[in-house]
């Protein structure tokens, strides 16, 4: 992989809590330690900070607390900034100022309360519905439980929209920003995912829609409502009707096309999630109950998919040389091979430009699985982003980057 010669580049960060932003801030460390800058802020500060130099990251992709840094790098703040708002109280020295010193201004801090709403007007449907009546649910304990549970998440993104819309980006639109930046969400009522973006106009594609209607902060909060804990997020559409997202990687865990889409030839991956391989020192998951079993499935699963994605580019990526190689070898004309290319290209939506650096955690680091999900722990956040930098490091090392 060669980043000489590469015109635009794009970040893509996967969800999984606190933990997966944690990681994130490690990963982007890393890439600042080998030379990468993360364009942000409003168009003039782009412009004028940010030449078109072969390191300057100018496009996001952000999935639930993917969408969260995204919009953070987006916005202009430094990587500083963004550790001191997760590390509140902590003793590290950071001033939490943006790249440029002249702005003197610090992200503030981010709490649990920001994070967590209390779903309060649903709670009262935690009441069994035999005291409101007939269900129209029959059956046994499924039944049951989908007749007694009528909440639709334990809490609200609510409190996450508010931060973001009067700490993060003000201005609060996707066109004020001079970095591009685009948030994943998955349509509730619908088989569709949608992405937040400014978009000329709306548009939907198969089973991917694009749209323009969202704020930045109320994309964020569409996109990190995780079910069954947070409650489906409603953003009002140009139509004036109510449409409810919840998380982003409900459909894909890396969106890392809507880079592709966008011109992007060198797309930079961050995923947190790794299943556990087993260890000796912890040895098997069945000894440690229900939750770390549920997230080893979760795990496999979300791992399943972005090998299939990875697969899928590489088996497109090896028939292109393939046929290259054969069109050399017996000397055919070089317009039936570029035909031959372009349909396999259009039909397969194949870049044979683009270049992709997917990073994620050593699946025998049992740390890293084991830690929280949702902590803000300054001890436990500070070993998920060293976990994220040495994750980045030999990531970048083995493709000379």
Not at 229 to 256: C, H, M, Q, W
Request: glycine share 8%.
């Amino acid at each position: 992989m060669k980043l000489k010669g590469k015109k635009k580049i794009g970040l893509a960060l996967s969800g999984g809590g606190i933990k997966a932003a944690a990681f994130h801030i490690g990963v982007c460390l890393a890439l600042k330690e080998k030379g990468f800058r993360f364009a942000g802020g409003s168009k003039e500060e782009v412009a004028s900070k940010y030449s078109d130099s072969d390191k300057v990251i100018k496009l996001y992709v952000g999935s639930s607390a993917g969408a969260v840094i995204s919009a953070f790098l987006a916005s202009g703040y430094s990587l500083q900034a963004i550790i001191s708002a997760f590390e509140k109280g902590s003793e590290w020295d950071l001033k939490g100022l943006r790249e440029d010193d002249s702005f003197q201004e610090s992200l503030k801090p981010i709490s649990y309360s920001d994070i967590f709403s209390i779903n309060g007007k649903n709670w009262i449907k935690l009441l069994p519905n035999l005291l409101k009546g007939r269900s129209m649910l029959t059956g046994g304990l499924e039944a049951m439980v989908k007749n007694g549970l009528k909440i639709n998440g334990l809490v609200t993104a609510k409190g996450l929209e508010r931060y973001v819309r009067e700490h993060v980006w003000p201005e609060n639109t996707f066109e004020s920003l001079g970095a591009e930046l685009y948030i994943v969400a998955t349509q509730l009522n619908h088989s569709r995912k949608v992405i937040f973006g400014a978009y000329e106009q709306t548009s939907k594609i198969k089973h991917i829609g694009w749209a323009n209607y969202a704020k930045v902060s109320e994309a964020v909060a569409a996109s990190a409502s995780l079910p069954p804990v947070f409650a489906p997020y409603g953003i009002i559409n140009e139509r004036g009707k109510e449409i409810f997202y919840f998380d982003g990687e409900i459909r894909d865990t890396l969106s890392t096309h809507v880079a592709k889409d966008q011109g992007c030839d060198l797309i930079i991956a961050s995923y947190s999630i790794q299943p556990y391989h087993y260890n000796k020192n912890m040895g098997s998951l069945h000894e440690y109950g229900i939750p770390l079993i549920f997230n080893q499935a979760l795990y496999q699963v979300v791992q399943q998919k972005i090998e299939a994605q990875i697969s899928a580019h590489d088996a497109v990526d090896k028939i292109h040389h393939a046929i290259r190689g054969y069109f050399k070898q017996k000397q055919l004309p070089k317009e039936d091979m570029d035909k031959l290319l372009n349909i396999i290209e259009e039909r397969a939506d194949y870049r044979p430009n683009v270049d992709y650096l997917y990073i994620h955690p050593n699946p025998h680091d049992y740390e890293m699985f084991f830690a929280d999900h949702f902590s803000l722990n300054p001890k436990i956040l500070s070993k998920i982003v060293q976990t994220g930098f040495r994750s980045a490091l030999n990531q970048l090392r083995k493709h000379d980057l």
